[in-house]
């Protein structure tokens, strides 16, 4: 939590508008320190100061304890995202091991000796097409499923209509940055 301080050199007798000036100006730093945490007090008191009217001069102080607690607070924020991307790159390794590498015998073997080129005799007991099996992505067998049934629902269709959805499936990709693929469906 901040704490103000507003100094204010005031002309004139008339009450009501610097009533109304003290309120626009705590209303403006009630605003601008609604977006800064307590470690960043310097920049907000330059971004009060700066909408100001003249004559009017702005600190904002933080207490100890709020600073501390806000410390704290960064402070697990800051371990959470890195256990964040630490385990988003613990994943990202996992799928490429499985897609890349497991899910393909003669990769899986190539990346096995890799990691061990003085055990080739124990490589030979490893079944890596079992294994290959067991990682292969059951989604590649859907999206064959998928296109076959495209394929299919394509092969009845008249020429000129099968030319139309093949059209409007080329301005799809487009729509999706895949002009390449709008491309080669033409070229097909």
Not at 15 to 22: C, L, Q, S
Not at 47 to 61: A, I, K, N, Q, Y
Not at 75 to 91: C, D, K, S, T, V
Request: include cysteine.
């Amino acid at each position: 939590m901040f704490n103000a301080t507003f100094q204010c050199c005031w002309k004139g007798d008339d009450r009501a508008a610097f009533w109304a000036a003290r309120r626009r100006v705590t209303d403006r730093a009630d605003q601008v320190t609604a977006r800064y945490c307590v470690t960043q007090a310097g920049n907000a008191e330059n971004e009060v100061s700066t909408c100001t009217p003249d004559g009017v001069s702005v600190r904002l102080t933080v207490g100890r304890q709020a600073y501390a607690a806000a410390e704290a607070i960064l402070e697990i924020n800051r371990q959470a995202a890195l256990e964040r991307q630490r385990q988003r790159a613990e994943l990202d390794r996992i799928r490429y091991l499985r897609e890349s590498v497991y899910s393909h015998p003669d990769v899986a073997r190539s990346y096995w000796l890799y990691h061990h080129p003085d055990q080739l005799k124990s490589m030979l007991d490893i079944d890596f097409e079992g294994i290959a099996e067991k990682f292969r992505n059951r989604e590649d067998t859907r999206f064959l499923v998928i296109a076959k049934l495209i394929g299919e629902f394509l092969g009845r269709l008249e020429d000129a209509d099968r030319r139309f959805l093949v059209s409007q499936l080329g301005q799809l990709f487009s729509s999706y940055d895949r002009s390449d693929l709008a491309e080669r469906l033409e070229g097909s």
